[in-house]
């Protein structure tokens, strides 16, 4: 039995759902190198092997049991609507997005525009093109407000220019 599907078997058997947040940040704190290494090696199986279906699985198998032991991980989430993207499970890679910029909001943090990039990218392979390009226009001008170092400035503008590439296609191919 994976640990989420225990602390959710203990939740409901306890009805004390404080209590098994609880085990599981101390769980999270003794486990926490290996955490980030479950999330490293499920990104690596996302980037090397991304028309790999088999490596995409185990990759989104890997960040959901991290999502579910860290709950509160806002990039876990999108790394994990990332793979479920690339198997076409678009609405619940949006949900991901949708949670993740939530708990950033919820803990006072501000979404960077990379984050806002990867979230546009994700509603441009849902083809939902009007909410990726809103995405693009708000990463773009947060942006040139901005106050990055000109490389990093540089290769987000870069991003943004291959997204609007990427969406221009999706639109026409949408015609």
């Known amino acids: 039995m994976s640990a989420a599907e225990l602390a959710r078997k203990a939740a409901a058997a306890t009805g004390e759902a ?8 101390a769980r999270v704190r003794r486990l926490g190198t290996q955490l980030n290494w479950a999330n490293s090696a499920a990104v690596e199986l996302l980037r090397d092997r991304s028309g ?12 959901e049991e991290v ?11 999108i790394n994990l609507s990332s793979a479920l993207t690339n198997l076409g499970r678009q609405d619940e890679a ?7 910029e939530r708990i950033m909001r919820d803990r006072g943090l501000v979404i960077n525009a990379q984050r806002i990039l ?12 009007k909410e ?41 191919n949408q015609r």
Not at 18 to 25: F, R, W
Not at 94 to 100: P, T
């Open 18 to 25: 404080s209590v098994v947040l609880k085990l599981a940040e």
């Open 67 to 77: 999502v579910a032991i860290t709950p509160h991980a806002s990039t876990l989430r």
């Open 132 to 172: 990726a390009t809103r995405r693009i226009d708000e990463a773009d001008a947060q942006i040139r407000e901005g106050s990055d170092p000109p490389d990093v400035k540089e290769s987000l503008l870069l991003t943004i220019a291959q997204e609007r590439r990427l969406l221009a296609e999706a639109g026409a």
């Open 52 to 63: 790999d279906p088999l490596a995409t699985t185990n990759a989104v198998a890997i960040l």
């Open 118 to 129: 990867q979230a546009a990218g994700t509603f441009r392979r849902a083809g939902q093109l």
């Open 94 to 100: 949006i949900a991901r997005v949708l949670e993740s």
